[in-house]
């Protein structure tokens, strides 16, 4: 694994490089659907990124978020899966808050996950038993206990369409931050005390960040309890979801549930 991850780093290195010089420069901008841009910045990241793992790499399957599917991946044990900006609207925006993804799945099961911001030239990073880093540093997820303590990062979409509204008195604090996987980084990297989502998300946002919750002593999980597997046909991975440390994890989705009902 320790070849995978040194690759997979300086993967994320380059293609931030890239993504940098469109940061608040010239780029085209087209909508994929409605509300989901993509950028000259996001494709011009992922040929680079797919030259470089796939060269290093050719018999693991792809997928990332800007390649066409091919369903060969589904024969493969493992699996690169790859956002190449994840937190487009806030690259549009000017807003540092946008990563590189990069994670390795090995019998659906994430064991390599790296993210990086190349704007604050923050680098999160794990292997399968082998721990989770902040620029080098281990990291662990926050263990406070309480819940009206807790500090929850959360979609900025979701917040402005009110989906979190009925919480604002439950937790310490809803912190509105716009990239998926940059989000799951802080938290493993004990910034705040879990990630959270009320709405589905793609295999490539949260995959990298997966496995570094994992490694910083933590739990991901969909909003019905249930541990999230990788390189499935359908990317979609439904109905939200909840990081963060074990304990913290199990007492926010009690919440969400209660007040869903």
Not at 129 to 147: D, K, Q
Not at 150 to 155: A, C, D, G, Q, Y
Not at 202 to 210: K, L, P, S
Not at 215 to 230: F, M, P, S, T
Request: hydrophobic content about 40%; charged content about 25%.
């Amino acid at each position: 694994m320790n070849n995978e991850l040194k690759i997979a780093i300086s993967a994320a290195q380059e293609a931030g490089a890239t993504v940098l010089k469109y940061y608040k420069a010239d780029y085209e901008i087209k909508e994929k659907g409605y509300h989901n841009p993509v950028t000259t910045a996001d494709h011009a990241a992922d040929a680079q990124l797919k030259k470089i793992l796939r060269d290093a790499f050719p018999d693991y399957g792809w997928l990332s978020e800007e390649t066409v599917d091919s369903k060969e991946r589904l024969a493969k044990e493992r699996v690169w899966v790859v956002d190449p900006l994840d937190g487009t609207k806030e690259f549009i925006e000017g807003v540092p808050h946008f990563v590189i993804s990069i994670a390795l799945v090995d019998k659906q099961q994430p064991v390599i996950g790296v993210l990086y911001n190349p704007v604050t030239k923050e680098l999160f990073s794990a292997a399968a038993g082998v721990g989770a880093a902040l620029n080098g540093e281990p990291i662990r997820c926050a263990t406070r206990t309480s819940v009206d303590q807790m500090v929850i990062l959360n979609s900025r979409s979701e917040t402005r369409r009110g989906l979190w509204a009925p919480f604002d008195d439950t937790f310490g604090e809803l912190r509105a931050i716009g990239s998926v996987a940059y989000k799951l980084g802080l938290t493993a990297a004990g910034q705040a005390d879990i990630f959270a989502s009320l709405r589905p998300k793609n295999e490539w946002d949260i995959c990298a960040g997966n496995c570094i919750i994992n490694e910083a002593g933590g739990k991901l999980i969909d909003l019905n309890g249930n541990q999230v597997n990788y390189n499935n046909a359908s990317t979609l991975i439904t109905p939200g979801l909840i990081a963060g440390e074990y304990d913290a994890v199990d007492k926010t989705l009690a919440v969400l549930n209660q007040k869903g009902e």
